[in-house]
């Protein structure tokens, strides 16, 4: 998801910092420093219909709420599969609570799950794990089940789940 701009405006200080940054750039990095030559034009010259060109590097902003929810998500899946690997066997082989992933192409969930899981290391097992679902109804499932994830640990004394609970989270799941 790329930003879109509507009309930035930099004062003249942020535009002669932008330049210089750029300019030290160019002379650091010859691989790219036409790219960065141009980058201090379009600066110079003031041309803000070309912005873009400087600033196409950024993506959008995504919600706290989003960031949240996405830890929420993962974390679920997390007690969810301990809580399943502790159940007996014949019990055990009735859910099949496996992340899936969200969707890489519509989806801000897939980024910043990507960004926790490869560059801060946690959910160490989902680590190398192909977590694009490649569909979009992946998110409507997992706050499905979380809403039930939250109900039935808001009635749970202890942190593990009883079978009722996940088979509750699990019906959740297979709703429509």
Do not use: C, W
Not at 38 to 58: P, S, T, W
Not at 87 to 92: I, K, Q, T, V
Not at 134 to 152: C, G, K, P, T, V
Not at 157 to 176: C, D, G, M, N
Request: without cysteine; hydrophobic residues 40%; glycine residues 4%.
């Amino acid at each position: 998801m790329k930003l879109t701009f509507k009309k930035l405006i930099m004062n003249n200080t942020e535009r002669v910092q932008l330049i210089n940054q750029f300019r030290i750039l160019a002379l650091l990095d010859d691989s790219q420093r036409k790219d960065y030559e141009m980058q201090a034009e379009i600066l110079e010259r003031g041309y803000i219909g070309l912005y873009h060109k400087i600033f196409d590097v950024l993506s959008e902003e995504v919600p706290e709420s989003t960031v949240r929810e996405t830890y929420d998500i993962l974390t679920m899946f997390r007690v969810l599969e301990n809580a399943v690997a502790l159940l007996p066997a014949e019990e055990r082989s009735q859910f099949t609570f496996e992340f899936q992933g969200f969707d890489g192409n519509n989806d801000p969930h897939y980024s910043i799950a990507e960004f926790l899981i490869e560059k801060l290391g946690l959910y160490r097992e989902l680590h190398g794990q192909d977590i694009n679902s490649h569909h979009s109804y992946s998110i409507e499932i997992y706050r499905r089940m979380l809403a039930e994830f939250n109900a039935q640990q808001k009635e749970q004394i202890t942190r593990v789940l009883p079978l009722e609970s996940l088979k509750a989270i699990q019906a959740a799941a297979l709703e429509e």
